[in-house]
């Protein structure tokens, strides 16, 4: 892999400015590749990780993009209008990390959260400008290793956007780009629905089980078909079907040692997006009427 010792930006033609709340291990991705495409990126986060980027920026090991380090801009507040503003924190930490996003600092920015769940959206819209908050999803697999040490190990990085075309287009193809596949549509209820019915079933077995998803779909195959049958049927209800066969064959895919998200938490000892994640589930099947048995079970086990 590539690998550059220094800390370099390639040109762009069309520079932006982009704010990134939570430079983790998904924004601090996203930090990195926008950066090096020549945009001016802001990081926003707490000051001992603000200190850590003005010093030595974000570095990041990938098999897709190679291994690079670049210079950003850090701030622990927002403090200037921008182009853009993705919003990629842990919902646990969600409500806390908005104080260093003022409305007012926003201007007319774009502002698109790149969270688990299907709640977040309305929690947004009645803070900033409902207009110019925009659903979105991610699929990837980063973490950060240390502040500011980004380490990437999915092949793929992909952002779908929804909303207005004409006002998602420009970003997505900025993020395009930088290397990061992006497409829109106009259904945010499928755009959500559809990774969190995916999502759950992998979140909360892999969790539950402390087993990685190869470990899951031998040894916990049943009730990962049965748990995916009823995401499936929840997304269903909320507007978004989904296909449980073709999700279980897309868990087929993922490398054996593959883990979740809220796994790692899990492992490190840090709070969980159980209520983002479950909970959301939980809460649309009873608007619904549909049963979750399993979902049910395993929220109990482990909130229990």
Sequence with gaps: MPTSPSLTNLPSIHQRTIAVLGPGGVGGLLVGVLSRAGHRVICVAGQDTVR??????????????????????????????????????KHTALDAALERIPAQALGDAL???????????????????????????????????????????????????????DRLAPTAAMLTDAGVRTRVSDDETAALWTKLAFLAPFALLTTRYALTIGAVRTERREELAALVEEAAAV???????????????????FPADSKSSMQRDAEAGLPLELDAIGGAVLRAAERHGVPVPVVSRLMAELTG
């Excluded at 030595?56 to 200037?80: K, M, N, P, Y």
């Excluded at 997304?235 to 895919?253: F, H, V």
């Design 52 to 89: 850590t980027l003005r010093q030595d920026g974000i570095r990041v090991f990938s098999g897709q993009f190679g291994d690079f380090t670049t210079r950003v801009e850090a701030d622990t507040e927002l403090r200037e209008h921008v182009d853009l503003c993705l919003i990629t924190v």
């Design 111 to 165: 502002v698109v959260p790149l969270l688990n769940g299907v709640e977040h959206l309305s929690v947004l819209r009645r803070r900033y400008d409902a207009q110019e908050v925009a659903a979105g999803v991610i699929r990837v697999e980063s973490t950060r290793t240390a502040p500011g040490i980004i380490k990437h190990g999915s092949p793929f990085t992909e952002i779908d956007l929804a909303g207005a075309h």
């Design 235 to 253: 997304s269903g209800a909320c507007g978004a079907p989904t296909d449980p066969a073709k999700a279980l064959a897309l868990y087929d895919t």
